[in-house]
């Protein structure tokens, strides 16, 4: 069994990468997708001035999903998916799953369950009741 990751070891794999993409779910189902700079905050992930897109879809429908791809080819995207609160001038997201993901190589073998790819979750562990059990 994997130790559970809080925010603050989260947010040291999140240090590797640049670029990320948050994406939401408009009133048509569609994804929305935009470039984005999450910072930690506390126990939380922030994106500051959010678009008025995103915004909107957030506030209808808080589950999203930030990306953030390779910096190489054959390199690991980390994908976070969270609940995201609406303030004022930023989205406040609570991470729920995390996993680097790539493709895996054309000659590999599949696994039992159809996937070819590479994939290691990273385990969330919600910060407040990590330390609360303490």
Known sequence: MSAEVRLDELVKVIEQYNLAYLISIGDDA???VVAVDPVAREDQLQIVEPGRRSRRNIS???ALTLLWPPSQPTGYSLIVDGIGALHDDRIDITAVRAILHRAAAADSAQTDDGC?????HIPVADAR???AES
């Open 60 to 62: 209808a429908r808080p």
């Open 116 to 120: 070819g790819s590479d994939c290691r």
């Open 30 to 32: 569609r994804p929305h």
């Open 129 to 131: 009741a990590t330390s």
